[in-house]
Each structure stands twice: as C-alpha cells, then as structure tokens.
Nanobody
Framework: QLQASGGGLVQAGGSLRLSCAASGRAFSSYTMEWFRQAPGREREFVAAIRWSSDSPWYADSAKGRFTIARDVAKNTVYLQLNRLKPEDTAVYYC??????????????????WGKGTQVTVSS
C-alpha cells in the first residue's frame, strides 16, 4: 500500500514536501515514482528513485526544482517541490514499478498506486 500526503495550497515560488509511505509489502526491488495529473490532462511522470540505489530521475519539467529522495528506514519516499509555478497545480500520485534495467515512465507500467494528494499553486 502506498499513502501520499503533504499536498496543499501554496503561492507561486513557494515549496511543499510530499511524502509517500509504503506499507504492506517489501518494495526493496521496486522503483518508486511520482506522477501528476492536472485537470483535463493525462497523468505524467515527474520523478523516480530506486530503493536499491540513491540515483534519481526527473522529467524535464522537474529538473532543478524538484528533488526525490527515499528514507529506507522509514519506508518513505519524498518529493520536495521548490519554486512552484501555477502550472505545477495537479494531483500528485506516488507509484511503484518492479525494478528493471530502464526507468519506466508510463503510468501503465506501474504496479502499485497510492491515492493522490492535491497541490495547488496560486499566482
């Protein structure tokens, strides 16, 4: 089970930290990922990190502003959102995909999803 939290309303330029708590099974052989979905748009990849390593991957829209990190002891993955823009407004979802040689970025490739958390950025 994946439980996302930490969303909220923030002004442009502000920051939020999202958390994704994993429970119920071992995710040590999974890649943990964040996606987002804005109204009327498709769900899109934001960032990913493997439990087995500390190497992150980011969508171009997230590079330089967002940071993904994991806390193995707490079974939690974080997404730090900095310098937020109104176009970052979306429901943010955490997901898990069985680890592979490549990072999977398509929503259909995810094996587990958590419920989303709303991020709203006002201008």
């Amino acid at each position: 089970q994946l439980q996302a939290s930490g969303g909220g309303l923030v002004q442009a330029g502000g920051s939020l930290r999202l958390s994704c708590a994993a429970s119920g099974r071992a995710f040590s052989s999974y890649t943990m990922e964040w996606f987002r979905q804005a109204p009327g748009r498709e769900r899109e990849f934001v960032a990913a990190i493997r439990w087995s390593s500390d190497s992150p991957w980011y969508a171009d829209s997230a590079k330089g502003r967002f940071t993904i990190a994991r806390d193995v002891a707490k079974n939690t993955v974080y997404l730090q959102l900095n310098r937020l823009k109104p176009e970052d407004t979306a429901v943010y979802y955490c997901a898990a995909a069985r680890e592979d040689d490549r990072i999977k970025v398509a929503p259909d490739d995810m094996d587990y999803w958590g419920k989303g958390t709303q991020v709203t950025v006002s201008s």
